[in-house]
């Protein structure tokens, strides 16, 4: 059994694709029937429970640390107006499987920053992988 499997972060992610999918399935239904705003707007209020799951959880502690705290809401507000821009996309009536697939080819530009800002390395295959994925976008992108 790859040691992948056996890993916590490996299962998270698939939990994250797993809520991800029916996520925009129903973006792009609901942004044919309302605009963006709406969706933005009711997205935010979709995430309220979520959030008061969490503060249970965490018996209602709040981090303390400045700069993760600047980090998180910044997060928060870069995911608000991609999303809101992605919700307009969908609301174009273009074709939700080429604007799933661009939008979410964001993480190549988040590697090619991760090796000059970060300091990470890729190693060969990741390189190849990093390719394979901008040639996909260009390959879905055709009609």
Known sequence: MPSALRARWFWCCVFCVACWVPWAILSKLGSEEIPAPTMQYLFTWGGVPV??????????????????????????????????????????????????????LYPLVTVALAVPLLKERLTKAQVVGVGFAGVALVIFSMQ
């Open 51 to 104: 959030l008061l799951f969490v503060l249970v959880m965490q018996r209602f502690r709040i981090q303390k640390s400045t700069k993760g705290i600047f980090y998180g809401l910044t997060v928060g507000i870069l995911s608000a107006v991609g999303q809101l821009a992605m919700f307009a996309a969908y609301g174009t009536g273009s074709n939700a499987a080429i604007i799933t697939t661009a939008t979410s």
